[in-house]
């Protein structure tokens, strides 16, 4: 069992490497792509919505073949998807058709959908007392990607100069081929199924609890307390991140910063998300998962505070944001590792894709709205909202803290 816990790490980590890269490797000029193809800058952001919206709504279909699957067929069909979505992408770039960049970015969400399933993959196999690191480790794996990705984006678009390719879809060709690589990496060395696998070893009292199927997933959710909250600090702490990161850049540039101030800022909110999941995964193992998840809720209204009064100060502005991605980390590695705990192995697999959908739909709508309370309030009241948004999650982790203390897994 060690062997092949490490054997299954190693290939988690090498796939977050790969699929992680061909993600922000093209999303950075999404954008530019969408105004290019409609001709208008007003439609400049749907593309990077509708990556969202597959993300989300592949979720459920991706954890519904898990769970009858295993991990390995639905990992490599959604990498699949997303690379036939970078292929449609570029087409409708050649092509100049906006509604077919829509299907294109819906369908390249579905390889976000993986990066993010794969951190419940390292769970399967883990010890109980080791699983909130496994899940950090396969986190921490995306950073090379999260960082590399957009300054990779300038190069892949220069490769296609002088072809009929426009430069602006050359990184989404080059994604597309990092899907393909890692789906491959994938459906070659995921095996024995990590998924497969744990449920096989699993005691047969617990073999015989719930069954396979989504709705048995919806069923110990509403039976489990602690599956609750951890869906809870999941769905807030990606919300309340997503939506002050977003509109950060916006009251950058009205403080008179310019785009490098404004990349170093993003790329220390990056570092805080992806560099120290390894540490959150060792707190949450050695002082319990909601014990972070206060600590979680603690450093988002910290780094709310610090944003939203920050005002030219830009140095404020960067720890707020660092603070930011330190909180959104230890929400997401400790609500994770308390929602594989809090459910029986046979409904993992589709909890957890009913956890990415719950997430991925709750930042969709809080991105769309940060926007309005920018213009109508300022990034100030956004702030506030953001940290308004961890107090009942902090009232419910101590509530469920006291009410339904931690079983042995």
């Not at 105004?35 to 993300?55: C, D, H, I, R, W």
């Not at 592949?58 to 295993?70: D, F, H, I, K, W």
């Amino acid at each position: 069992m060690p062997r092949l816990r490490r054997r299954t790490s190693s290939v988690l980590i090498a796939s977050q490497m790969l699929g992680g890269l061909g993600v922000p490797i093209s999303i950075a000029l999404a954008p530019a792509l969408a105004t290019e193809v409609s001709g208008t800058e007003a439609l400049s952001g749907f593309a990077s919505t509708a990556a969202v919206v597959g993300t989300a709504l592949v979720s459920l279909p991706l954890a519904a073949l898990m769970t009858r699957r295993g991990r390995r067929p639905g990992l490599v069909l959604a990498y699949g998807i997303g690379a036939a979505g970078a292929a449609l992408v570029v087409l409708a770039a050649a092509v100049k058709s906006f509604p077919l960049l829509m299907l294109g970015m819906a369908a390249f969400g579905a390889a976000s959908s993986a990066n993010l399933q794969a951190r419940f993959a390292a769970a399967d196999l883990a010890a109980p007392d080791h699983r909130a690191r496994a899940i950090s480790v396969v986190v921490w794996a995306s950073t090379l990607g999260a960082v590399l990705g957009p300054n990779l984006s300038a190069p892949a678009s220069r490769s296609f100069a002088g072809t009929s390719i426009p430069e602006t879809a050359g990184p989404f060709v080059w994604a597309g081929a990092v899907f393909v690589l890692t789906g491959t990496l994938l459906g070659v060395l995921l095996r024995p199924d990590p998924l497969l696998t744990a449920r096989a070893l699993a005691s047969p009292a617990e073999q015989g609890q719930g069954g396979h199927s989504l709705r048995a997933g919806f069923a110990a959710v509403k039976a489990s307390p602690r599956a609750r909250l951890a869906l809870a600090t999941v769905a807030v702490s990606h919300t309340t991140m997503v939506s002050i990161m977003v509109m950060t850049p916006v009251d950058l540039g009205h403080h008179g910063a310019g785009l490098q101030l404004i990349g170093l800022v993003i790329s220390g909110h990056i570092a805080g998300m992806f560099a120290f999941s390894p540490v959150m995964g060792w707190l949450a193992d050695r002082l319990g998962r909601l014990s972070v998840i206060g600590l979680a809720a603690g450093l988002l209204s910290l780094a709310a505070l610090l944003a939203g009064t920050a005002g030219p100060d830009h140095g404020q502005s960067a720890l707020g944001l660092f603070l930011l991605g330190l909180g959104w980390s230890a929400g997401m590695v400790s609500g994770s590792a308390l929602l594989t705990d809090s459910v029986p192995s046979g409904a993992r697999a589709a909890v957890q894709g009913l956890s990415d959908l719950t997430m991925n739909t709750c930042a969709g709508l809080g991105g769309a709205c940060a926007g309005l309370v920018m213009s109508q309030a300022g990034y100030g009241w956004l702030n506030a909202i953001g940290a308004a948004l961890l107090l009942p999650l902090a009232a419910l982790a101590l509530f469920t803290s006291r009410r339904h203390p931690a079983v042995s897994s």
